[in-house]
């Protein structure tokens, strides 16, 4: 039976059993707590038994895990005090990532792929606005044409606006108004650097799930320091993406020895602020029903409960960090925090929580049946790699030496929505040249026809002289 080291005390250790791996966990505490290193000492022990590991990375901190820690006095007294017989200063094999490309690997998606439930949710629609979405993903798989970046989904949007009545009977109501709004909704986003996101190539599955030559999960880093805090929709809306995503792609495997896979999002309270109902009964059931694929999935946030009951109720590994009870709001905060956890009779829970120094913290496990064990008052073990960010020049070595390098950099825009319009508006530009006057049609037009000359009324005579702009001025052409 594999096991991860999570602490201890001076009379015995608390180990996670690995083949509980998928059954998720929880690690919450107040800021300054040690969440942090608890993260990087989870991620070391699923790395180690050869489980590939994907972690965001809010701080900054998180890099060190590449590189072998330095002894230090403290770390020897908790290494005693734990027990640990087989500790070595050692870094963890990972790859680098981010979604504006200057901190690791660029990440993408294609608009098809976010699909219209989290497009709408990242763009804050209203009901109305998220069913014009909808929508313009219909419209566009009937009229064969691929949404893949921003201005694939701007054009298409401009088109639908211009051809609203002869929509109307098929795709519902396409009120202008909506349409407006949302043109400025993604040049928002796009503001706040989205347009890197959206678009190919697409950042592949098969490589957040790597081992290298020693048999070790390789740890894949994703540097979130700005996106987070400039951009936490995004955070918010690749992470769910990603989850949905492993959960429709890898294959059934239940219960194994190991762990297929695991996550760690950091900052989870993120993923549910705001978000609309259907989205949460979608994660719900994508974290209850992912266990079966061999994914674990790890939530990081300041409190437990920022995390919906029904998916709290799933986590399987519970580590408590200390919390403050400064107002009432904050003692109801922690009894209910307390109550989360199997209680210890040995063991007074909310109270200890408000007395848990910096690397202390309350743990549950589950029992090897699957029950929860009883909560404990453990130190948390330290880390064998380095706490702290390492320096930019050692970053970009690591990302120059990763077997992924040149794979994703090149960013590639091949023929979508925006480019068959521009074709189409090209050809009967040359048809009307060579008429000079063409001939009106009585026949009432279709969805393809109204597509082609619309789009000839918005690129027509100034087609590759100027930029072009679609109603309400948003832009529909240039590339990054």
């Known amino acids: ?55 965001a990375d809010i701080k900054g901190d998180l890099s060190g895990i590449t590189a072998p820690g330095k002894p230090h006095e403290k770390i020897t007294e908790r290494i005693n005090k734990i027990g640990i017989d087989d500790f070595s200063f050692r870094g963890n094999p990972a790859v680098f990532w981010d979604i504006f490309g200057n901190a690791g690997h660029p990440v993408r998606s294609t608009i098809s792929d976010i699909g219209p439930l989290l497009l709408s949710n990242l763009l804050e629609l209203n009901d109305t606005q998220s069913g014009l979405i909808y929508s313009c993903f219909k419209i566009a798989d009937d009229e064969g044409m ?53 678009g190919e190539p697409a950042i592949q599955l098969d490589d957040l799930c790597k081992t290298d030559f020693s048999g070790n ?96 109720g799933q986590l399987g590994l519970k580590i408590q960090h200390a919390l403050r009870a400064y107002t009432p709001k904050d003692k109801k905060i922690i009894k ?34 699957g029950s929860p064990a009883f909560v404990e008052r453990v130190l948390i073990r330290p880390p064998e790699s380095q706490i702290g960010p390492i320096s930019e020049t050692q970053r970009k070595q690591f990302i120059s030496r990763s077997p992924l390098h040149g794979k994703y950099e090149q960013e ?23 008429t000079k006057k063409p001939k009106r049609s009585r026949s009432r037009q279709s969805v393809g026809e109204a597509m082609l000359k619309s789009a000839a009324r918005s690129i027509g005579s100034q087609l590759g002289r100027q930029i072009i702009r679609g109603i309400l001025g948003s832009l529909l052409g240039g590339r990054r």
């Open 217 to 312: 999960g390789v740890i894949s880093i994703l540097d979130a320091t700005d996106l987070s805090n400039n951009s936490p929709k995004l955070y918010a809306t690749f992470l769910l993406w990603l989850l949905s995503e492993i959960f429709e792609t890898f294959p059934e495997v239940g219960d194994a020895e190991t762990p297929e896979l695991v996550l760690f999002f950091d900052e989870a309270h993120l993923l549910f602020d705001n978000a609309p109902k259907v989205l949460v009964q979608k994660i719900e059931q994508i974290v209850r029903l992912i266990r079966s694929k061999g994914v674990g999935v790890y939530f990081i946030s300041q409190s437990p409960l920022d995390v919906p009951e029904d998916i709290l």
């Open 412 to 434: 590639i825009d091949r023929e979508s929505a925006y480019e068959l319009l521009k074709q189409r508006a090209e050809q009967l530009a040359e048809k009307q040249e060579e």
């Open 1 to 55: 039976m594999k096991e991860i080291l999570i602490g201890g005390s001076n009379t015995h250790q608390v180990k996670m059993n690995a083949a509980m791996g998928n059954r998720h966990g929880m690690i919450s505490g107040a800021t300054g707590s040690g969440k942090t290193v608890t993260l990087q000492i989870l991620a070391e022990g699923f790395s180690r038994i050869g489980v590939p590991v994907f972690l």
């Open 146 to 198: 691929l949404l893949l970046d921003l201005k694939d989904l701007r054009s298409m949007l401009s088109w639908m606006g211009d051809n609203a009545k002869q929509l109307r009977s098929e795709y519902g109501n396409i009120s202008s108004a909506s349409i407006g709004a949302i043109q400025r909704r993604l040049l928002v986003l796009e503001e706040q650097g989205a347009e890197q996101f959206f």
């Open 336 to 369: 209910a925090v307390a109550e989360t956890f199997r209680a210890n009779p040995e063991l007074e829970t909310e109270s200890v929580i408000t007395e848990l120094k910096t690397g202390e913290a309350l743990v549950s496990t589950l029992n090897p049946d």
